[in-house]
């Protein structure tokens, strides 16, 4: 049967007059598992964009970053992700919790300057657990090679349900400028210190600096918006 998209989606199409290009791209574009591009695309990236909601609705965005490899593909129908303490809050785990739908966007900002959509279920599961998966699919990252990694809180095992390409029109190309990462650090110079000054604590000395320009010392890169 031909996907049709949500109730939702119909309507905003019907309004706009979209349905015909709707439906292209759903056959065209829209897939219920990762392909062989997109496990190798996903394989490769170094960061993410994860949306995620509670059982009322309210939803949060976060990022995530790490080495490329940070997310396991186990399969065509199955990525993880790890999960580190952070802030504390782990807002986007207790969503999880109590809403396993999700959302991931990969975008190769250096490269391709091209997006994947990858939605889905999302079930919180144990070091151990991923490690058996890992054994068996070969994808896995083993402790020695994610040294200078924080230690996992958990990891996030997300069934597929969706996959479509972000097409790069609107997207930057962006270049890499050196920046030390402090994996895991608790330093609140390091995290950025109260940036917008909230609890009261110092600021940053590049707080009032709102030009669109790249830091100082740092060519911008074709495409920097």
């Not at 083993?142 to 996030?156: F, H, I, L, M």
Request: one cysteine or more; a negative charge.
């Amino acid at each position: 049967m031909e996907y049709q998209g949500s109730s939702g989606e119909r309507r905003a199409q019907s309004l706009l007059g979209s349905e015909s290009q709707a439906k292209k791209f759903y056959r065209r574009q829209r897939l219920d598992y990762l392909n062989p591009i997109m496990r190798d695309f996903i394989a490769r990236q170094e960061m993410f964009f994860l949306s995620t909601a509670d059982d009322e609705g309210a939803c949060d965005g976060s990022f995530r970053a790490g080495p490329p490899g940070f997310v396991c593909v186990l399969n065509e129908g199955q990525i993880a992700y790890p999960e580190y303490l952070g802030n504390g809050v782990l807002g986007s785990v207790g969503n999880i919790l109590q809403n396993p739908k999700l959302s991931l966007l990969f975008m190769d900002f250096f490269v391709t300057t091209i997006g994947l959509h990858v939605n889905g279920r999302g079930r919180i599961v144990s070091d151990l657990e991923i490690a058996d998966d890992g054994a068996q699919s070969g994808e896995i990252h083993r402790e020695d090679s994610r040294r200078g990694q924080p230690p996992t809180a958990c990891w996030v095992k997300v069934d597929v349900e969706e996959a479509y390409i972000h097409c790069s029109k609107h997207v930057p190309l962006l270049r890499k400028v050196k920046k030390e990462i402090h994996w895991g650090t608790n330093d609140p110079g390091l995290k950025g210190g109260d940036y917008f000054e909230v609890g009261g604590g110092p600021g940053v000395a590049h707080r009032n600096d709102t030009s669109s320009s790249p830091p100082s010392g740092h060519a911008a890169a074709p495409g920097w918006v």
